[in-house]
């Protein structure tokens, strides 16, 4: 039987994928999993509670019991908890306690868009459609640090920089699924491209697989 029509949406911060896939999942009436609130909820909450960002035992306990109500948290959004999120991101055990929600995504049967930094690689290696989103650290940095001043976050480009360079650094270098492109994945390179370009540039990759899948 041909798996459900799954999205699924990778890449580096800042790259458009959040965006790209909301507006995917919109287009095909179907929920979107944006898999890094669960890190950033994990990093958020584990430090609220005084603890170590290395201490495997306690970050796992928090994944475990991780509840959808609490994922609405604006502080999740913040630069901080991206930081965070990408912390305990590294943990193989604190992967593993968040992934049954993950796949539930993956294995819904009217579909789904996954975002994230493994969707295509190791949550949903079988979905149809697959795109890596990616952009210049440079176009990155300006992008975050205009949704952040946006927000009311008082931060400078360069810390921004540094925060995706070094963030790019850990989730690409991490042994546990570490960011990377599927094989099968298309990759869309956004440097040049306006959110709304980009966005239809995925469009017309996902109508492609779309069709293909329908075929099948
Ligand atoms: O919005 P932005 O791209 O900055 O980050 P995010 O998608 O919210 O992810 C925050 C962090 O969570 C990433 O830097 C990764 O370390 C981690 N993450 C992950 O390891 N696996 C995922 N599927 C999603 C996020």
């Given at each position: 039987?041909?798996?459900?029509?799954?999205?699924?949406?990778d890449?580096?911060a800042?790259?458009?994928?959040?965006?790209?896939?909301?507006?995917?999942?919109?287009?095909?009436?179907?929920?979107?999993?944006?898999?890094g609130?669960?890190?950033?909820a994990?990093?958020?909450?584990l430090?609220?509670?005084?603890?170590?960002?290395?201490?495997?035992?306690?970050?796992?306990?928090?994944?475990e019991?991780?509840?959808?109500?609490?994922?609405?948290?604006?502080?999740?959004r913040?630069?901080?908890?991206g930081?965070?999120?990408s912390?305990?991101a590294?943990?193989?055990?604190?992967?593993?306690?968040?992934?049954?929600?993950?796949?539930?995504?993956?294995l819904?049967?009217?579909?789904?868009?996954?975002?994230?930094?493994?969707?295509g690689?190791?949550?949903?290696p079988?979905a149809?459609?697959?795109?890596?989103v990616?952009?210049?650290?440079?176009?990155?940095?300006?992008?975050?640090?205009?949704?952040?001043?946006?927000?009311g976050?008082?931060?400078?480009?360069?810390?921004?920089?540094?925060?995706?360079?070094?963030r790019?650094?850990?989730?690409?270098?991490r042994?546990?699924?570490?960011m990377?492109?599927?094989?099968?994945?298309?990759?869309?390179?956004t440097?040049?491209?306006?959110?709304?370009?980009?966005a239809?540039?995925?469009?017309?990759?996902?109508?492609?697989?779309?069709?293909?899948?329908?075929?099948?």
């Amino acid at each position: 039987m041909k798996p459900p029509f799954v999205i699924t949406v990778d890449g580096p911060a800042a790259s458009g994928k959040g965006t790209i896939a909301s507006r995917l999942a919109a287009d095909h009436g179907v929920q979107m999993l944006d898999s890094g609130l669960l890190y950033r909820a994990v990093g958020g909450l584990l430090a609220a509670g005084g603890k170590d960002l290395d201490d495997v035992e306690a970050a796992t306990a928090v994944a475990e019991a991780l509840t959808v109500e609490q994922l609405s948290d604006p502080a999740f959004r913040t630069r901080a908890a991206g930081e965070l999120a990408s912390r305990v991101a590294v943990h193989v055990p604190v992967r593993n306690a968040l992934f049954r929600l993950q796949k539930a995504f993956c294995l819904r049967p009217e579909g789904a868009v996954l975002d994230g930094r493994d969707m295509g690689t190791v949550i949903c290696p079988e979905a149809p459609a697959k795109l890596f989103v990616t952009a210049r650290p440079e176009v990155r940095a300006e992008r975050r640090w205009k949704q952040l001043t946006g927000q009311g976050e008082p931060v400078t480009l360069e810390d921004i920089l540094e925060d995706i360079r070094k963030r790019d650094e850990r989730d690409g270098g991490r042994a546990a699924s570490p960011m990377r492109q599927a094989d099968d994945a298309v990759l869309l390179d956004t440097s040049e491209m306006t959110i709304d370009h980009a966005a239809d540039a995925a469009r017309r990759i996902v109508e492609a697989a779309r069709a293909r899948w329908e075929r099948s």
